[in-house]
């Protein structure tokens, strides 16, 4: 695969690829959705001392490190599961600069996210346990993924992967969540708040990051009502 790094108009980096046509954060500023869309609408909605996150699709692990010195600012105890189908080469990840957002030994921490190994716990610090899953989402059988607070739902968009936004993966998404859990998009399209509504979730739209409009947050409420027809 061909990556690209662009910078965005926020001034922070993200990966293009040639392949799918398709980058992997808002050009509008990669740091600026992560910060709004995942930290902020994601985790900033959920009120519980300890968050068990899953993220679909690790990639830069932008929204991994975020999170993680989010969860230090506000002493929450975070375990953040991650998949991914196609990790990224050190090679690849360290042209994107993200090292520097950390306050204190940033590069030595944004690496050891990439370099963690695969399928078990690593403890990053105190409060933030990593434990990344290399694998596709379309074959997770729901067993294997612990029960979750949160749901960072960062797959590419619906066009250029359209099996990703399937009812049937939202409903298995639904299933492995915790009561009052919540699951975060970017997208804002009518036809994955429909999806989501049908597996039982509440939707809303709300504001999204500076260029774009809206997005999603979906809460397991546990009073399930799927759309009729
Ligand atoms: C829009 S990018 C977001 C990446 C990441 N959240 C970040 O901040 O860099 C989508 C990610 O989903 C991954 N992905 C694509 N198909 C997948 C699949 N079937 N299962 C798991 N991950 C997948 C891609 O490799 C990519 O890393």
Same mark, same amino acid.
């Given at each position: 695969m061909k990556f690209e790094i662009k910078v965005t108009q926020d001034g922070s980096a993200t990966i293009y690829l040639n392949e799918l046509d398709e980058h992997y954060h808002s050009t509008f500023g990669? #740091?600026?959705?992560?910060?709004?869309? !995942?930290?902020?609408?994601g985790l900033g909605a959920v009120?519980?001392?300890? #968050?068990?996150?899953?993220? #679909? $699709? !690790?990639g830069t692990g932008l929204n991994c490190l975020l999170t993680m010195i989010a969860g230090q600012e506000s002493r929450r105890q975070?375990?953040?599961?991650?998949?991914?189908?196609y990790p990224l080469s050190m090679q690849v990840v360290d042209q994107l600069g993200y090292s520097s957002l950390y306050p204190e030994s940033g590069?030595?921490? !944004?690496?050891?996210?990439h370099t963690a190994p695969w399928n078990r716990d690593t403890t990053m610090n105190a409060q933030f346990v990593l434990h990344k899953i290399e694998k596709d989402l379309l074959e997770i059988v729901p067993a294997e993924l612990p029960l979750v607070d949160l749901v960072y739902f960062d797959a590419f968009s619906p066009e250029k992967q359209p099996e990703m936004w399937q009812e049937v993966i939202f409903g298995?998404?639904?299933?492995?969540?915790k009561t009052d859990g919540v699951l975060v998009t970017y997208c804002a399209k009518g036809v994955v708040r429909r999806t989501l509504q049908s597996v039982g979730f509440?939707?809303?739209r709300?504001? $999204?990051?500076?260029g774009k409009r809206e997005m999603l947050r979906?809460?397991?409420? $546990?009073?399930?009502?799927?759309? #009729?027809g």
């Open positions: 990669a #740091v600026q959705e992560s910060l709004h869309v !995942f930290v902020g609408a009120t519980a001392k300890e #968050v068990t996150v899953l993220e #679909v $699709g !690790f975070i375990h953040y599961v991650a998949l991914e189908k590069a030595q921490l !944004f690496s050891l996210l298995m998404l639904y299933e492995r969540m509440q939707v809303e709300i504001p $999204g990051p500076p979906a809460r397991k409420t $546990g009073e399930q009502d799927p759309l #009729v």
